[in-house]
Nanobody, 121 residues
Framework: QVQLAESGGGWVQPGGSLRLSCAASGSISSTYAMVWHRQVSGKQRELVAAITSGDITNYAGSVKSRFTISRDNAKNTVYLQMNSLKPEDTAVYYC???????????????WGQGTQVTVSS
């Protein structure tokens, strides 16, 4: 069984920074794309940033130049460094990862439970 655990959320004032982490644990053979999403209550979940196993990154336009996604393959962990935070960044942040538990088997999409980020003065 594979589990994803997010950490690093919390409250921060506008202009501040937070660093989110998401660690995958369990029986893991290969980890492919790792992605951060966020969701505001009553709204659809949106993609924030993604990173492939080859470190190719992609960002939502609203966070480009402020957020940086990175990964540590040895630790099966993905990070999201969030700078210059704005009140509109307030949301629950979720990570998901495409993981294969056995070599040769198709990967499955796993999700974490989410971590709250609140940006306010």
């Amino acid at each position: 069984q594979v589990q994803l655990a997010e950490s690093g959320g919390g409250w921060v004032q506008p202009g501040g920074s937070l660093r989110l982490s998401c660690a995958a644990s369990g029986s893991i053979s290969s980890t492919y794309a790792m992605v951060w999403h966020r969701q505001v209550s009553g709204k659809q979940r949106e993609l924030v940033a993604a990173i492939t196993s080859g470190d190719i990154t992609n960002y939502a336009g609203s966070v480009k130049s402020r957020f940086t996604i990175s990964r540590d393959n040895a630790k099966n962990t993905v990070y999201l460094q969030m700078n210059s935070l704005k009140p509109e960044d307030t949301a629950v942040y979720y990570c998901n990862a495409l993981i294969s538990v056995v070599t040769g088997l198709a990967p499955y999409n796993y999700w974490g439970q989410g971590t709250q980020v609140t940006v306010s003065s």
